[in-house]
C-alpha cells in the first residue's frame, strides 16, 4: 500500500498523525499511524547553519525550525575555547537533526595563518586579521557538510552591518555556485522580531536557553586559534575604554610576570618550522607551535589592540582584538626579514603583495584568483627566508634578542663595520652620491630661479 500524508505540520509534529492509506485494490480508508522522524524529515528541505551554541545562532535555529526546515548544524572547531559538546546537545535540544563538530585547526594553521605570516598580512598598520583568517576554513567544512547532506542552502549569524556576511557568502558561492544562503540578520521578519540582541535575551531566557552573553557583559565575541574579537554593545562608544574583564585570552600586561621570557623561533621560506623556550624545550609541529606561541604570549599579555576600522561594507567598526601568537611570530619574521630578503624583492613584496593579500582577506575574496596569484608572489618572496630569530616577551612587549641564517649571506659583517674597510671602496661612494645629485641640484636650481625657499 502507498502512505500519502496529509497536512503533515513541520514544526513539533505529534506522535501520532491522520494519512490517507490506499491499499492495491484502490480503496481508500483514513487511520493513524506513528510516524517515524526520518518520514517526517522526506518532507522537509534541508539547511546547513553555521552554529556556535551562542545567543544569535540559537535564535536562528528555532526560527528556521519554525519555518519548516530541517536543520542540519556545523560548527568548526578553530581553536576557539568552547564546550563543543554542550553547544551539540543545546542544539539538539532545541531541534537541530544533525549537529557536525569538525576539527579545522591545522587547516587553520596551515593553510591561512602561516602564509600571512609570510607576507606579513595587517590591515590598516594594526589589525593582524585574526577573524578574517578563519573564514574561509570554517566556509569550506560548511559547504562540504551541506554537500554531504543533501542541503538546498546555508545559514549564518552575521549581522546585517558587518564583515563577515560577506566573508562567509562570497566563500559559499565560490564553492558551491548554486546554493542558496539564509541570511537572517538581512530579512525583514526576523530583524523586525529581534530588533538587537536585547530582543534575543529576552527571548533565550523565556526560552531557557542558556548563553554567555548577559545584559551584564553586552559585547559580541568570536575567538578562534589566532584571536579573540570584542565589539558592539558598550564598545560602541569609541571614547569608552574597554573593562579590563572583557579581556579573555591575554593577561593583563600590568599582571604580568616580573621576569621576561626568552625563546626562539626557526623559519624556513618564511614558515615557523621550530620553537625553542623555556631553556630547552621545543616544538615543531605546526599546531603545537602555533599554540606554544600562543601560551607564552598570553602569559605574558602580548597581542592586545583597540581600534576603530573600516569596514569593507562602508561603515566604521570599533573592534578590541587579542592576537598572542600571532603577533609574536609575525614580528619575529619581520625582523629576519631584514636580514635575509633582498632590498627590492621587500618593497615590491611590501608595497604590492602585502596590502593586496590583506586587504582580500579582509574583504572576504579568499576564494578568488586574484588571492590564488598573490600566494604564489608570496611563495616566491620566502625562498631566502631562512634563519631563526631570539626573542623576549615582557609585560606586553616584545623585543628581538638577535637574529641569524646559516644559510643566507646579504649581511656581511665585514662589509657593514665602522672599524674595518672590508671590500667596500668608500670612494665608490662619491660617484653614488654625484649620480643621485643630479636631479636635485636642477630641482634646487629651479627653486633659486623662483625665488622659493625649500
Known amino acids: 500500500m502507498n502512505l500519502c500524508p496529509r497536512n503533515l505540520p513541520l514544526h513539533n509534529p505529534p506522535l501520532f498523525a491522520q494519512l490517507l492509506v490506499q491499499t492495491s485494490f484502490g480503496t481508500k480508508i483514513r487511520t493513524s499511524f506513528q510516524f517515524l522522524p526520518e518520514i517526517i524529515k522526506m518532507a522537509k528541505e534541508k539547511v546547513c547553519l553555521a552554529y556556535s551554541g551562542g545567543l544569535d545562532t540559537s535564535c536562528i535555529l528555532a526560527w528556521l525550525l519554525e519555518a519548516g526546515y530541517e536543520v542540519i548544524c556545523f560548527m568548526a572547531d578553530v581553536g576557539q575555547e568552547e564546550d563543543f559538546e554542550a553547544a551539540k546537545a543545546k542544539a539538539l535540544k532545541i531541534g537541530a537533526s544533525k549537529v557536525y563538530i569538525e576539527d579545522l585547526r591545522k587547516e587553520f594553521v596551515e593553510a591561512l595563518c602561516f602564509p600571512a605570516i609570510q607576507c606579513n598580512a595587517i590591515y590598516e598598520n594594526v589589525y593582524l586579521l585574526g577573524t578574517s583568517l578563519a573564514r574561509p576554513v570554517i566556509a569550506r567544512g560548511q559547504i562540504a557538510?551541506?554537500?554531504?547532506?543533501?542541503?538546498?542552502?546555508?545559514?549564518?549569524?552575521?549581522?546585517?552591518?558587518?564583515?563577515?556576511?560577506?566573508?562567509?557568502?562570497?566563500?559559499?558561492?565560490?564553492?558551491?555556485?548554486?546554493?542558496?544562503?539564509?541570511?537572517?540578520?538581512?530579512?525583514?521578519?526576523?530583524?523586525?522580531?529581534?530588533?538587537?540582541?536585547?530582543?534575543?535575551?529576552?527571548?533565550?531566557?523565556?526560552?531557557?536557553?542558556?548563553?554567555?552573553?548577559?545584559?551584564?557583559?553586552?559585547?559580541s565575541m568570536d575567538e578562534n586559534l589566532a584571536h579573540c574579537s570584542y565589539e558592539a554593545g558598550i564598545l560602541e562608544d569609541p571614547d569608552i575604554e574597554a573593562p579590563l574583564d572583557m579581556w579573555k585570552l591575554t593577561i593583563d600586561p600590568l599582571k604580568a610576570p616580573e621576569k621576561p621570557e626568552d625563546f626562539t623561533v626557526h623559519f624556513e621560506k618564511g614558515i615557523p618550522v621550530k620553537l625553542e623556550y623555556e631553556n630547552g624545550k621545543e616544538v615543531t609541529e605546526p599546531l603545537e607551535l602555533f599554540l606554544t606561541a600562543n601560551a607564552i604570549a598570553r602569559r605574558h599579555g602580548v597581542g592586545r589592540i583597540d581600534i576603530v576600522e573600516n569596514r569593507f561594507i562602508g561603515l566604521k567598526s570599533r573592534g578590541c582584538y587579542e592576537t598572542p601568537g600571532l603577533t609574536i611570530l609575525r614580528s619575529a619574521h619581520v625582523d629576519l626579514e631584514g636580514l635575509v630578503l633582498d632590498r627590492e624583492i621587500r618593497a615590491l613584496r611590501d608595497q604590492f603583495v602585502t596590502y593586496n593579500y590583506s586587504k582580500i582577506l579582509y574583504n572576504g575574496l579568499y576564494f578568488s584568483p586574484e588571492r590564488e596569484f598573490l600566494e604564489e608572489s608570496i611563495v616566491a618572496s620566502q625562498?631566502?627566508?631562512?634563519?631563526?630569530?631570539?626573542?623576549?616577551?615582557?609585560?606586553?612587549?616584545?623585543?628581538?634578542?638577535?637574529?641569524?641564517?646559516?644559510?643566507?649571506k646579504l649581511y656581511d659583517m665585514s662589509e657593514s663595520s665602522m672599524d674595518e674597510i672590508g671590500s667596500f671602496v668608500p670612494e665608490d661612494t662619491t660617484g653614488f652620491i654625484s649620480v643621485q645629485a643630479i636631479r636635485l641640484k636642477k630641482y634646487g636650481n629651479t627653486k633659486i630661479e623662483k625665488g622659493e625657499s625649500l
Open 145 to 219: 557538510v551541506a554537500k554531504k547532506e543533501g542541503c538546498v542552502a546555508v545559514s549564518h549569524g552575521c549581522t546585517g552591518k558587518g564583515n563577515d556576511q560577506v566573508r562567509f557568502e562570497l566563500a559559499f558561492y565560490a564553492l558551491q555556485p548554486d546554493i542558496k544562503v539564509i541570511a537572517p540578520w538581512r530579512d525583514p521578519e526576523f530583524y523586525n522580531r529581534f530588533a538587537g540582541r536585547n530582543d534575543l535575551l529576552e527571548y533565550a531566557e523565556k526560552a531557557g536557553v542558556p548563553v554567555l552573553q548577559s545584559k551584564a557583559k553586552p559585547w
Open 383 to 408: 625562498k631566502t627566508v631562512n634563519g631563526k630569530v631570539r626573542c623576549r616577551v615582557y609585560k606586553g612587549g616584545f623585543q628581538v634578542l638577535g637574529r641569524s641564517s646559516e644559510t643566507e
